[in-house]
């Protein structure tokens, strides 16, 4: 079957897109990607509900928002590809997620994005909503990437940890065949924290490479009272709240400090809490992920302090950028060949479950 899996990541970088033909659960093959920017209004509106919060208006605008974008991005791209896609998996743009216990439901979260834009336009179905579901099996909505990393790299090593540095870092545990056995949270900001300062100060999407970063020293505490919010005894598995709450104490940071000095405060708190979670863990092998594996400065760190072997996906010869995509389309197809997902050891999911919903214009 053809599928492409779209979203858009929290760093809000890239809407992506990746046409895969996934023959069975275990085999699932890349063929095309395609990546396409927010325009600016876009971009400020969504950060703006992200950190602010928003009325019902401004939820519903930007709910459509998205979906449009998406629909115009995904017209791009199937007129470049030549294989047309048979279903569509779309995440949508995450613009709140909490876990609470509240009234017995395990988390609230939200991904925007009216998918019936995009139905419409390719005439296909497309599913959508997979963090619903989840929490409606009792789960908590996240995470879900362990499910593909089980897939593409089980094999790789005995025990196996996967790291995503996307702008949260989010590690999957992964011990043999057993998918039971699997587990994974989330661990801290890996780049969310620093753009928020880039964008802020220096007008940049992300410190390339480091840079900024590798002029800065750590201003000590501010460095602890960023790291406490992402103390390990939090009981969190999935963290979103909690990287707006440090945003804003980088807020504070930013009217005194120089914003190199900020940018490696922040970027070292998470080389701590990566490399502490690592360090623990002691995997055979560890495999990197996510836009952060091109900024070279964090990766230097993050293997300087986490004394384990370390990869980057792109090496096992499996493209960083393509992996969340996939996942999406994994799901779109699991639900379409109306196959049930077991979720319960790593979202805590009570039931296996039929993961998105389906919208058909
Ligand atoms: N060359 C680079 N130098 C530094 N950081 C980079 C570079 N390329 C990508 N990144 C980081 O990766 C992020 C995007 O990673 P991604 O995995 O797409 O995150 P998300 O899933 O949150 O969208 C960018 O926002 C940026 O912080
Ligand atoms: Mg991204």
């Given at each position: 079957m053809l599928i492409i899996g779209t979203l858009s990541g929290t760093s809000m970088n890239a809407k992506e897109f990746l046409l895969c033909e996934i023959k069975s659960e275990d085999k699932i093959k890349p063929l095309e990607y395609f990546k396409d920017n927010y325009s600016q209004d876009e971009k400020e509106i969504l950060t703006d509900l992200t950190l602010n919060g928003g009325d019902t208006e401004k939820i519903a605008l930007a709910h459509d928002i998205v979906g449009i974008s998406f629909s115009r991005s995904l017209k791009k791209f199937l007129k470049e590809i030549v294989k047309q896609p048979e279903v569509i998996g779309f995440h949508g743009q995450t613009v709140f997620h909490k876990e609470n216990g509240k009234k017995g439901i395990k988390a609230l979260t939200l991904q925007i994005g009216e998918p019936s834009f995009l139905s419409l336009m390719a005439k296909k179905p497309v599913v959508y909503d997979f963090r619903k579901s989840d929490i409606s099996a009792?789960?908590?909505?996240?995470?879900?990437?362990p499910l593909i990393h089980y897939i593409l790299f089980?094999?790789?090593?005995k025990k196996i940890c996967v790291v995503n540095l996307g702008g949260i870092a989010n590690i999957s545990i992964i011990e043999g065949?057993?998918?039971?056995k699997v587990r994974g949270f989330d661990i801290g900001p890996a780049n969310a924290l620093s753009n928020f300062i880039t964008k802020q100060k220096?007008?940049?999407?992300f410190d390339p490479n480091g840079k900024y970063a590798s002029k800065g020293k750590i201003i000590e505490n501010s460095f602890h009272k960023i790291l406490k919010i992402f103390d390990?005894?939090?009981?969190?598995?999935?963290l979103g709240f909690e990287i707006e709450q440090a945003k804003k104490i980088c807020n504070e940071i930013l009217k005194e400090e120089k914003a190199e000095d900020a940018i490696r405060t922040v970027i070292e708190v998470s080389v701590k809490l990566i490399s502490d979670e690592l360090n623990m863990i002691k995997p055979s092998l560890a495999i990197f992920c996510g836009g952060?594996?091109?900024?070279s400065l964090f990766m230097k760190r993050i293997k300087e302090d986490s004394k384990v072997p370390a990869v980057i996906s792109d090496e096992l010869?499996?493209?960083?950028?393509y992996i969340e995509p996939m996942l999406f389309a994994f799901l779109a197809y699991t639900r379409i060949r109306n196959k049930r997902i077991n979720m319960k050891n790593i979202t805590g999911a009570k039931i296996p479950y039929l993961p998105g919903k389906i919208s058909l214009m």
């Open positions: 009792g789960g908590r909505g996240a995470p879900l990437s089980r094999k790789y090593a065949d057993d998918f039971y220096l007008k940049k999407e390990r005894s939090r009981k969190k598995t999935s952060g594996v091109r900024n010869g499996i493209k960083s950028e």
